[in-house]
């Protein structure tokens, strides 16, 4: 009986063990990932700033459209090279893939500097990061299973990228303002679902070791996407052109 006894204590004080190292990462992970996500903007925002500050940098991407549509293809392939190849790749080089992405993103972007004005982008980034702290505290604390939403979510991002590009030889101004207010209900929806599914995977992490910060990385991607197209749309909607 004192051999079992033992072996009970042991057992529990793994269990006890084990559940005070997930809720010492859990937290720090969950810090990870709006670190990276900020840092991300932070260099998307300041490279758009400085490229549409640059005219010969801007020129060149502006006359050459194989330089325009070569960025595009690289953001492209940099977020599916990364999502696919993430668990071959260590921690430091998919964060400088990442950030690699943030930079080829703020050139991408440099052009909102042109079609609105400054006051407009700038009031727009707030409302923006407004709506999406909502969402995200709303993923993060809520208790209903958000799951669902993905498939009905993944499907309506596919519909308005189709719009999209059927729009870009119609050129249609109605169709144009109702895939904007459809992405901003889009993304609003996938902060809060990304949020959770987030949330919970990082709470299964036994420890915040080279695999979790990959979750976590991954996780500040998402967002990251998540954030910049929710501002794109709603600049769409209340930017003022310039």
Not at 10 to 35: D, H, I
Not at 69 to 84: D, F, N, Q
Not at 157 to 168: D, E, P, Q, S
Request: net charge neutral; charged share 10%.
């Amino acid at each position: 009986m004192d051999l079992e006894r033992f072996q009970q204590q042991v057992v529990n004080g793994q269990v006890e063990r084990s559940r005070w190292e997930t809720g010492v990462a859990f937290p720090a992970l969950m810090r990870k990932v709006y670190v990276w996500m900020t840092l991300a903007l932070v260099i998307t925002g300041f490279t758009a700033w400085g490229v549409a500050h640059s005219p010969g940098i801007l020129s060149m991407i502006v006359n050459n459209q194989l330089i325009f549509w070569g960025l595009c293809i690289a953001e492209l392939a940099l977020v599916w090279g990364v999502s696919a190849a993430i668990n071959r790749l260590s921690l430091a080089t998919a964060t400088l893939l990442f950030i690699l992405y943030s930079v080829i993103n703020g050139v991408t972007l440099s052009f909102i500097f042109l079609a609105f004005t400054q006051e407009s982008i700038t009031s727009v980034f707030f409302i923006t990061a407004a709506t999406f702290g909502a969402m995200a505290a709303y993923g993060y604390f809520t208790k209903s299973d958000l799951s669902s939403w993905g498939k009905i979510l993944f499907m309506a991002l596919i519909g308005i990228i189709i719009a999209t590009i059927v729009n870009i030889f119609l050129n249609s101004s109605m169709l144009n303002m109702i895939v904007s207010y459809a992405g901003v209900l889009i993304f609003v929806g996938l902060t809060a679902y990304d949020t959770q599914k987030i949330k919970e995977r990082l709470s299964m992490a036994d420890s915040a070791d080279e695999t979790a910060q990959k979750i976590a990385l991954m996780g500040a991607l998402s967002l990251y996407l998540d954030f910049i197209n929710l501002f794109i749309y709603l600049l769409r909607i209340f930017g003022s052109r310039d």
